[in-house]
């Protein structure tokens, strides 16, 4: 349960009421209310600015209202206090006995807490790496690869039917590279004295297997094809090979699409020529001049007729070409026509995870979406900053695989996928991030992902101790949450529980806001404050958790212990990360 969403429900009976009594008009549009945590948690577990959104339409001062709407909420039996502060301010506090039975409520949900119908089912849409597949993917790439995939296992926690999309680059000119540079591997496999790779071309080892490949069932047959006969199979095999290479790394970062989409079968199916017919029906795609660049002028600038999409209609700064001046799709006009595809897929709601070095393109695509929706569908384009990689604070630069930088699966492979996933989304997508090799292997306070999952085997650790005395089928969510939770009245323990409920709402904001890097602060703060209690356990025996000399204060403790290892292990899953039990 979103305890805030349940106390908007009980705020609005309070609203029905007073209007009832005639203090304030019927009908009052209420989307103005919050009903969130106070800022200072000293203020109260509940605060809401309705006096100060419905004071003018009332006629009332707001001070006045909010105290009226204090005296019927502070006859709610979870309600402790209700109090008016700053301009009319509404805070209210709950009772001890309110937050346990939240625990109680955890226990009994287990694994699905937190899952929410705010959703209600909603089809969208999440595309991201979708990298160029020209060889092994970088570390910048396993950022969006990260940052999309939890955001996609956040929306489904949080109700939303959840499609994950690559998009498969391989009509562009740096695929007909990619074939050149497996027809060089390829005749050097064969033994030519083939000398110093070309360049533009691919120089990475990753392409000597596909030419060996290639030199061993094809022999030199391919030699005596074609020019472009070979390139275009040689562009088909490349292709292949490398998304071969990027699902393998997506498998060992724990990631699998529900769908991959090629450009190339999207361009041949005639997808372009009918989103552009679309625009052309719509009065927003024409033949037309630019205006110059900025810098440029008049006397130094080729006006030429272009194939314009008229995105400054929707919030672009310029028109957009959707043809070069040779007659070809630009690439915008391929990236449109992708993007209405997954319209008439049934995608009203579409989120795109893309590096930093496409922010200017931004505008344009969401322009075009809205364009080619008739204004259906949205379009959330979520920029994921550089990582710096690092090695206990140098810059790692150089990686023999690809031959100009850090492959991903390099990284994977010497730190674990969980370390990867967990250290991309400590700093929101659109922050520079600091990858340090040897420092996200500590085991301190400062790892963050050795703290979160230290406390989650810290709790199993307990759990299966006091197996030995209670019996495992005792220590069940379920049979916990019948224990004494009265006997949990510590003020440490009231509130590690009130963070435990602060749950739902974070799976809803965080997904409302399409920010995933939330649940990792959360799992932090939840984590701290749960081995700040063990601490004060280690310091004062009366506040272990385990007590043999008295066994309901020790089921109580242990039940929420249980809570705290069911919302870690939760948070853990929606970010594709394992909640370890032990911890060598």
């Known amino acids: 349960m979103n305890l805030f969403r349940a106390f908007e429900d009980k705020l609005g009976a309070a609203i029905d009421q007073l209007a009832a009594e005639g203090l304030l008009p019927e009908g009052l549009d209420l989307d103005r209310l919050t009903v969130e945590p106070p800022r200072d948690p000293a203020h109260g577990d509940i605060s809401t600015n309705a006096a100060l959104a419905l004071a003018k339409p009332a006629g009332l001062k707001p001070r006045d209202l909010a105290g009226r709407l204090a005296d019927l909420l502070a006859d709610l039996p979870e309600v402790t206090a209700a109090e008016v502060a700053g301009p009319g301010f509404l805070n209210l506090r709950l009772a001890d006995r309110f937050w346990r039975d939240r625990l109680r409520e955890l226990l009994l949900a287990g694994p ?11 089809q969208v849409n999440v595309e991201f790496v979708s990298a160029n597949p020209t ?27 959840v499609t994950r999309e690559y998009y498969v680059n391989d009509a562009g000119v740096q695929v007909d590279a990619l074939a050149d540079s497996v027809a060089f591997r390829y005749r050097e496999a064969l033994g030519e004295d083939v000398g110093e790779m070309p360049d533009g071309l691919y120089p990475g080892a990753y392409l000597i297997p596909v030419g060996k490949a290639l ?35 997506l498998r060992a970062l724990g990631i699998a699409f529900e769908r991959f989409t090629s450009e190339r079968a999207l361009v041949g199916a005639g997808a372009v020529d009918e989103a552009c017919g679309f625009l052309e029906r719509q009065g927003l795609a024409y033949e037309g001049i630019l205006e110059p660049p900025k810098g440029r002028t008049p006397d130094d600038w080729e006006a030429v007729p272009l194939y314009l999409f008229r995105a400054t209609g929707f919030g672009d700064d310029v028109d957009r070409p959707l043809k070069k001046s040779d007659g070809n799709w630009t690439y915008f006009a391929t990236d449109m026509a992708y993007h209405r595809d997954k319209y008439k897929r049934g995608f009203d709601v579409m989120i795109d995870v893309w590096g930093a070095d496409h922010g200017g393109y931004v505008k344009r695509m969401q322009a075009a979406v809205l364009a080619l929706t008739g204004g259906n569908a949205t379009l959330d384009v979520k920029l994921c900053q550089m990582v710096n990689l690092l090695s206990d604070g140098e810059p790692v630069r150089m990686s023999k695989r690809a031959g100009t930088f850090v492959t991903l699966r390099e990284v994977i492979d010497r730190v674990g996928k969980d370390v990867v996933r ?95 890097h939330r649940v990792a602060y959360y799992l932090y703060d939840l984590a701290s404050q749960f081995h700040g209690l063990w601490t004060k356990g280690n310091r004062d025996a009366e506040l272990r958790f385990i007590h043999p000399d008295d066994p309901v204060l020790t089921l109580a403790r242990l039940a929420l212990l249980r809570g705290v290892a069911t919302v870690i292990a939760g948070g853990l899953g929606v970010l594709g990360v394992t909640p370890l039990e032990e911890m060598r």
């Open 422 to 516: 967990f250290i991309m989304l400590t700093r929101k997508n659109d922050a520079h991030l600091d990858f340090d090799l040897v420092k996200v292997l500590e085991q301190s306070k400062d790892n963050p992902v050795f703290y979160v999952q230290y406390a989650h085997a810290r709790c199993h650790s307990v759990l299966r101790h006091a197996a030995e005395t209670f019996g495992a089928d005792a220590l069940t969510a379920a049979e916990l949450s019948r224990s004494d939770l009265g006997r949990l009245d510590g003020t440490d323990e009231i509130a590690l529980i009130r963070t435990l409920a602060a749950w739902p709402r974070l799976v809803e904001t965080a997904a409302e806001a399409h920010e995933p």
């Open 135 to 161: 060889g092994p993917m970088h570390v910048g790439h396993g950022r969006g690869a990260v940052v999309g995939d939890a955001l996609a296992g956040l929306m489904q926690k949080a109700g939303f039917s």
């Open 215 to 249: 030199a061993e069932e094809c022999g030199p047959a391919l030699l005596d094809m074609a020019p472009d006969a070979r390139r275009a199979l040689l562009r088909t095999e490349s292709v292949a090979a490398m998304m071969d290479l990027i699902r393998d790394d």
């Open 112 to 122: 699905s807490y937190g899952d929410s119908t705010l959703g209600a089912g909603v």
